[in-house]
């Protein structure tokens, strides 16, 4: 089957400017995290769903991201107002279940560049 | 708290040599850890993963890694380097901290020589 798909792959947006960007996980898994890799770092946690409920969003570095899983598949992270600090390649990751050892699948990511 | 700490940034290997990535973890209880894999403009796949059964875990790729609690280690080895294996690795720690979030590494890129 297919694996996570992510939308737009690139993204351009002058500072100030609001972006979308969407992620289609894996049919059936429950949960789906999101995640920001600067250039040269590894990722880090964003925000964390099971099925539509965001349980943890402790890594959103500011009131300026929003993420959303109305219907508990497809999520949407929405950034407000983007800043240059905010170029990052945006991951979004699903698993079948909640338990630790369940692999996550990372979809391709979605490369935001602020200028 | 959980940590991960990747000791080298860059390593360079000729092809057929012997690979070593480094990885320490800490972790307030008993851990996961998996090794994760990123060519260049594509995804990251999973290489291996450690869930408390056996400690010695062998994954794609010719790929293996030994989890040792004394030395809080979870070491990436492969016996026989690749051109193909060129690429950034990250080790990845995860537990019951209740969302089961990836705490990644800043990642190692291996470099293989011809």
């Known amino acids: 089957g297919a694996g996570v798909s992510q939308s737009p792959r690139y993204k351009v947006a002058k500072r100030g400017q609001d972006v979308a960007l969407r992620c289609d996980p894996i049919?059936?898994?429950?949960?789906l995290f999101w995640y920001q890799q600067a250039l040269g770092q590894g990722p880090e946690f964003l925000t964390y769903?099971?099925?539509?409920?965001?349980?943890?969003k402790s890594g959103l570095p500011s009131d300026r991201f929003f993420a959303e899983r109305p219907e508990g598949s497809v999520s949407t992270l929405k950034i407000q107002r983007t800043q240059q600090e905010d170029s990052a390649v945006y991951l979004c990751?699903?698993?079948?279940?909640?338990?630790?050892?369940?692999?996550?699948?990372f979809g391709p990511g979605t490369r935001l560049t602020v200028l | 708290a959980q940590s991960v700490t990747q000791l080298d940034s860059h390593v360079s290997v000729s092809e057929g040599t012997p690979v070593l990535l480094r990885c320490n973890y800490s972790?307030?209880?008993?851990?996961?850890l998996f090794w994760y894999v990123q060519h260049p403009n594509k995804g990251l796949q999973l290489l291996l993963k450690?869930?408390?059964?056996?400690?010695l875990v062998k994954g794609i790729n010719g790929f293996e890694a030994e989890f040792k609690k004394s030395e809080t280690s979870f070491h990436l080895t492969k016996p026989s380097a690749h051109m193909s294996d060129a690429a950034e690795y990250f080790c990845v720690v995860s537990g019951r901290s209740g969302t089961y979030k990836y705490i990644f590494g800043t990642g190692t890129r291996l470099k293989v020589l011809a």
């Open positions: 972790s307030s209880y008993s851990p996961s």
């Open positions: 990751a699903s698993s079948l279940a909640e338990e630790s050892y369940n692999e996550q699948f």
């Open positions: 769903f099971q099925n539509e409920a965001q349980l943890d």
């Open positions: 450690y869930t408390s059964a056996a400690t």
């Open positions: 049919s059936g898994h429950v949960s």
